[in-house]
Structures are given as C-alpha cells and as structure tokens.
C-alpha cells in the first residue's frame, strides 16, 4: 500500500526559530515529491523535487529529497507568524496518463509571536 | 483565486438529501480529481478523471457519483450520505502527469451532513 508520513504532526516555536519537517514515503512508481502549504482551505504550491541531493530554495523556505532513503525535509528559518499553517507533504506516482498525489497526515505548525 | 473555482463554499445536507459540488478550472488542464479532507486523516484521493474519462475510482462508496461533461467542469453528486461524510471536499486539475507545478486545487467545499 502506497504510504506517505510526515513528522511531527504539530510543532509550536516562536518567531525566529528554524523549523524542520519530515516527510518519508513507501510507494510504487514515484515520480516526484511535492510540499503545500495550506492556509484555510487551498493547499497553496511550494516545491517539486523529482532529483535527489538538489535542494529548492524559495525566500526562507528549502526542500531538498533523498530518493535513497526515500525521505524529503522542508526547512524554514527566521519563521514569521504568517508561517502558521499545515505543510502537506505528498508523493506524485505515475498513473496511466495522468498520476496521483498521496498526501501525508500533514504537520500543523504554529509559529507564536 | 487559484484558477480552480468550486461551489458551493459551504453546505449543510440531511441524510436523504441529493446535493451536487462543482468545480471548475480555467487553466486549460486535461486532468481533474476529487479528494477529501477529514480532521487528522491525510487528504484522501476519490476520484481521477483524464480527458473527461474517469480514470480511477478509490473504492468510494455508490453514494458518491461523480461526472465530467468536458474537461473544464467536474461534479461530484452526493446521495443518502452519512454523517462520517462531512468533511472538506477539495478539486484539484492538472496538466497531464502534472508539469512542474503539481496540481491547483480549488478551495473547497466544507460539507456538513446532519
């Protein structure tokens, strides 16, 4: 059974800190990794990572994936209030001629002034 | 707006009602899903359809029925649902295996089943 989790589930810092999350996945024909973040109700786009040991980078946000170990880490630094959210983490596995996200539990985080 | 638009926003149904979302997108995309969201479970995926052909159907139960008339418009048609189906509702489309960008989701239909 194709299976996506991340770690932790809830994580609660304060402004400035530097947070890490965890994602680990088991499936069958994995073509890429994806993070969202998701505010209210849209999960919102923030990485693709199909190569492993190449890390994106956007603003105070990073990603980089091991497809070794099959695991990827979403790092944010300096956090700000507005970082409050729940990352989803979510394995793209080909499927005929379109594909499929599985998505992980999700980590809650909440950044405190 | 995400280029996804789903309706309606909210809707609270009794168990024998017949109700229908809809989502939309404007982004030219060739792909749509149907996903659900409950409270401390994964997003959970229902349905694929590609070029208007249902692709995948994740063992969803007959009382979720699902229809893409064209490839810009899917519906979801719910029946006698059950209270354990209250939940978010979330459409997402893609361009075929999903391009460099994933998938766009829509935002959702909060679904409350009394």
């Known amino acids: 059974e194709d299976k996506v989790v991340q770690s932790p589930l809830s994580l609660v810092v304060h402004e400035g800190d530097t947070v890490t999350l965890n994602c680990s996945y088991e499936v069958t024909n994995f073509r890429s990794l994806l993070w969202y973040k998701q505010e209210k109700k849209a999960p919102t786009f923030l990485f693709m990572l199909?190569?492993?040991?190449i890390e994106k980078k956007s603003g105070r946000l990073s990603s980089i994936l091991d497809n070794k170990e099959l695991f990827s880490i979403l790092n944010i630094t300096a956090t700000q209030t507005g970082d409050s959210a729940v990352y989803l983490c979510?394995?793209?596995?080909?499927?005929?001629?379109?594909?499929?996200?599985?998505f992980g539990q999700g980590t809650t985080l909440q950044v405190k002034p | 707006e995400t280029g996804v638009t789903q309706t309606p926003r909210h809707l609270v149904m009794g168990m024998t009602n017949k109700k229908s979302l809809k989502c939309e997108q404007h982004?030219?995309?060739?792909?749509m899903y149907w996903y659900k969201q409950s409270a401390k479970k994964p997003l959970e995926l229902m349905f694929v359809y590609s070029l208007e052909e249902r692709v995948e159907n994740n063992s969803v139960p007959s009382r979720f029925s699902p229809e893409c008339p064209n490839s810009s418009h899917l519906f979801l048609h719910l029946h006698t649902l059950q209270p354990e189906d209250s939940a978010l509702y979330l459409c997402?489309?893609?361009?075929?295996?999903?391009?460099?960008?994933?998938?766009?989701f829509g935002s959702g239909t909060r679904l409350t089943v009394v």
């Open positions: 997402a489309s893609s361009q075929g295996a999903g391009g460099p960008y994933g998938y766009t």
């Open positions: 199909t190569s492993s040991g």
């Open positions: 982004l030219g995309h060739n792909a």
């Open positions: 979510a394995a793209f596995l080909a499927s005929g001629n379109t594909g499929k996200l599985i």
